[in-house]
Each structure stands twice: as C-alpha cells, then as structure tokens.
C-alpha cells in the first residue's frame, strides 16, 4: 500500500493523478487533498477518495467546505499552515507537490526535511534554489522525482543506465536534449506584440494551467526546465540544449560521451510522466492510448529563436549568472504572467518587465541558503510589481 498526500488536487497535474490512481487501484491510497479555492471540484475529490485529511487554502472556500466533508475526513482550518503539515504527513509514502509558483517552496522544504519521496510537477522551486533542496535531500534522505514530461525523460533514460546513482551521471553525459512543442506561436509568423491571453492559452499539445500555458508560449517553462534539470542531474549549463519538437512524440534525450544516445517517447498525455512518478520504480499499465508509429510518419526537430523568444534567453542568462537571479527570474515572471493575463500588458512586455527586475536585482553569487531564496523570491515579486506599476519596463531594450 502506498499512502499518498496531493498538493494542489484540483488543478491540471491534481487531477491527472488522481485519475492515474483511480486506474491503478486499491495499492495506491490519497490520505491528503490540499486546493486553494475550486471548492465544487474539491469536494468531489473529497467523496470519491475520503483522505484522512483535507485543506482549502482559501478562507472563503474553507467555509463553504467545512460542512459538507466525509466523516472520515478532517478538513483543516486555513490558518494552519495545512500544506507543509501535509507535506511532512508521517503516514505519507508519497508527496506529489502539484502547486503553481513559488507556493510550492515551503512545502517542498517541509517535505525534504521530513525524508520524503516527492514526485515534483512544481519547478518554480527548483529553479529559485535547486541545488540546495538537492543537497537537502541527501541530508534528510529525501528523493525527488520530477512529474512533467520532458525532466521525466530525462530521468528515465539516466535511471535506465544507473537506478541508483541517476543525478551523479554528468561525467557520462554529453549533452541533455530538452525538447519543447515550441508552444502556440512556434511557426507563427506574424508579430507577437498582439498576441491575446486567448490565443497564449491555446497549446496545441497540451491541456496545463494556465500560468505553464502562457509560459510554455512565452518558452520560459522551457527555461524554468532548463534550471530545474541542471540542478536535479547536477549538470552545467554548456550541456544543456533546447529542442524545437512540435509533435512532442520524443519527450527529451539524453547523449552519453560516446554518441549515444537514449530518447523517451510516448503519446503527448501527462498521465503517463505521472503515472511514472506514481508507481516508481515499476511500469505499470495506463489508460493513456499507446504510440503508433506508423501514424506519427514525421518528427521535426528545430532550434529555438532566442531573439524572438527572449525569455528562453533571460533563463539561461539567470543560470549563468547564480546567486539571487534564479529566484528573481522566478518571482518577476509570476508577476508578469499575471499582468499580461488579466490584460494589463503585452504579451511581448513579459520579457521586458522580467529583464528590468533582473537589472535591479542585487548581485549575489555565493551559495544561496533556502531562507535567502525565499527572501530573493519576496522581494523580487514586490519589485516586479513596483516595475509594473511604474512602467519602467517599457524602457527596456532586451
């Protein structure tokens, strides 16, 4: 029996792994649902699976909850801070840490620190302080298993070499392919200065929330993988390269020293990474329809336009640079995401405000701590919403 805490059950990745246990049955058991506000979702989630515990973050929605709960389910009072105690749950076998944002950062730590597996869809993260919450696991005897398609890729062609030793493999490596659909706007031709949210929220492989969904088309979410890889496999940054692969049949690629190299391919469906991450070590059977090869015919494979994409290009900048800017490169783009969604800027200021935050951003290049990452991350988001209010953004030359 795998007992097994949610973190976020009812948005894009909740829900699919909720799904993928339903499929797998009575081995797999939810002990912990946690949401912010969809409380009409949450309490169907609540009835089919009655976990022992429950929690709504939103006050509102506690409310309205409180009294409609199974009797086997004890619903948390929001000002508890219900989403770390869940994380570190002793029952738990499992934690899968489905929040978007920075949200997710104490959680993640409280999981860490409680000797958890993790099964990680969040990446925000990973790339506010990667390496320390890497270094945190080998103290407390945590793993962390990443959930979205393409870092699980990767993670499955190192565990196919080395089970056991997969995020001490970077001598072996020669190059991570990290491939991307490339979003909505990968052959568009036209200018992105006039790119709606609508037309941003429609990925043509995809079906994410929507903060990933705009991410992915601003190709940050490819950048956020790109931090998130280096620090999970302990990999530089020259060993990293980006991939334009619209039909996202080959999900990531790994090229060891001597040329070859070991690809990870299967339908574009996330219950299958998910699944993965669930049932780990072992392969299970899913509901998700099987590749036909015959069918696909035709994979193209690209490199990314930096210059038309530039977000993908103030990552990597973040990653070289260390220190602070990860952070800061995380919290700016939450604010602009934000912003540009409830339509109060471009689709094409989203890199311009992200690089004035990262100018203003002091340098720091030592090893950050976890409290200084989450100070960074605090700061940055009050900074990038001064340079929102101000405009100063409009300024810049990218």
Request: hydrophobic residues 45%.
């Amino acid at each position: 029996m795998k007992n097994i805490v949610i973190l976020g059950s009812t948005g894009s990745i909740g829900t699919s792994s909720l799904s993928a246990i339903s499929h797998l049955g009575e081995d797999y058991r939810v002990i912990g649902l946690t949401a912010n506000n969809n409380v009409d979702l949450f309490l169907k989630q609540v009835h089919e699976f009655k976990p022992r515990f429950a929690a709504l973050m939103n006050p509102e929605a506690y409310a309205k909850a409180k009294d409609q709960m199974p009797a086997a389910t004890r619903l948390l009072p929001p000002e508890m801070d219900s989403f770390t105690f869940l994380a570190s749950l002793p029952s738990a076998d499992l934690v899968i840490n489905g929040l978007v944002g920075a949200v997710g950062f104490l959680p993640l730590v409280s999981a860490i620190k409680a000797g958890k597996t993790i099964a990680l869809a969040n990446k925000e993260p990973m790339v506010m302080a990667g390496k320390t919450l890497m270094e945190e696991c080998v103290r407390w005897e945590a793993a962390i298993i990443p959930v979205d398609s393409e870092p699980s890729a990767i993670f499955q062609c190192l565990t196919g070499a080395d089970e056991t030793n997969y995020h001490q493999m970077a001598d072996s490596i020669s190059r991570i392919f990290l491939t991307a659909s490339g979003g909505p706007f990968a052959k568009r031709k036209a200018a992105l200065s006039t790119v709606t949210p609508q037309e941003a929220l429609q990925h043509p492989r995809w079906k994410m929330g929507k903060k990933i969904t705009i991410d992915s088309a601003t190709l940050m979410n490819k950048g956020f993988e790109s931090i998130e890889i280096m620090n999970l496999f302990n990999l530089p940054e020259k060993k990293v390269q980006i991939v334009i692969h619209p039909q996202s049949i080959i999900h990531s690629a790994v090229e060891y020293q001597d040329g070859s190299i070991l690809a990870q391919m299967g339908a574009p469906d996330m219950r299958l990474p998910i699944q993965y991450a669930i049932t780990y070590p072992e392969k299970k059977p899913s509901p998700v329809q099987k590749l036909n090869l015959f069918e696909v015919a035709k994979l193209e494979f690209m490199e990314p336009d930096f210059e038309r994409f530039p977000c993908l290009a103030l990552a990597f900048e973040a990653a070289r640079a260390g220190g602070l800017y990860p952070a800061a490169l995380s919290a700016a783009d939450e604010v602009a995401v934000d912003a540009f969604l409830k339509e109060q800027i471009k689709f094409t200021d989203i890199p311009k405000l992200i690089y004035t935050v990262l100018k203003k951003t002091p340098s720091f290049t030592g090893k950050v701590n976890l409290a200084q990452a989450a100070q960074a991350d605090e700061q940055a988001h009050e900074l990038a919403l001064a340079v929102l209010q101000d405009k100063s953004y409009k300024k810049a030359i990218i």
